[in-house]
């Protein structure tokens, strides 16, 4: 969804906290933070009680420090110019122009992988830097079967290119999609 002109990345098995990416949102940055995860044996539950508030103690989730809100250990971190390894697509947030300036996800990847770190190396070759949200943006992220990894191999070439060569505009990317 775009909001405010911050586009907010949730795939369909994270449920995110919004307000956090709105309220952090500042020109130059785009965010990012990692997820905790429900375990598949706690999605009937979920599902019934339709309760997506965990905490420390929390059943039904793995990576359960990350549930922990700390706001003045939040403002420590501060943004950095490249890509961290705790990127998690599932909850990155960034400016709808800073997007559509690198052409959005690179449609030339295949398969799952990649594509969320890609897309973020061309953000730091255009200048753009990370923030983590780290003890305040939380995403639970619904358990569910993986899919293939068989072309990863394909797409970390792709991303090394990108990194090796400063790219920042890709060919095949959202511009297909919008009318100009």
């Excluded at 122009?97 to 052409?103: G, P, Q, R």
């Excluded at 295949?110 to 305040?136: A, F, P, T």
């Excluded at 790219?167 to 999609?177: C, E, L, P, S, T």
Aim: charged residues 25%; aromatic residues 10%; contains cysteine.
């Amino acid at each position: 969804p775009f909001i405010i002109g911050v586009t907010v990345v949730a795939f369909g098995t994270s449920l995110p906290e919004l307000s956090v990416s709105i309220s952090s949102a500042k020109k130059g940055l785009y965010l990012f933070g990692s997820r905790v995860n429900i375990t598949e044996g706690h999605l009937p539950e979920l599902f019934k009680t339709k309760r997506i508030k965990y905490n420390l103690l929390s059943i039904g989730i793995n990576k359960r420090t990350r549930t922990i809100r700390l706001p003045l250990l939040a403002g420590l971190y501060k943004p950095v110019d490249q890509r961290s390894k705790k990127l998690r697509g599932c909850n990155m947030s960034f400016w709808r122009e800073d997007f559509l300036k690198v052409n959005g996800f690179n449609e030339e990847l295949v398969g799952w992988g990649i594509d969320d770190s890609e897309m973020i190396q061309r953000l730091h070759n255009l200048g753009i830097k990370g923030k983590r949200l780290r003890y305040k943006g939380i995403v639970y992220h619904i358990y569910h079967n993986e899919q293939s990894k068989d072309h990863i191999h394909l797409n970390e070439v792709i991303e090394q290119d990108t990194t090796k060569n400063k790219v920042i505009y890709i060919n095949k990317g959202v511009d297909q999609y919008l009318n100009n």
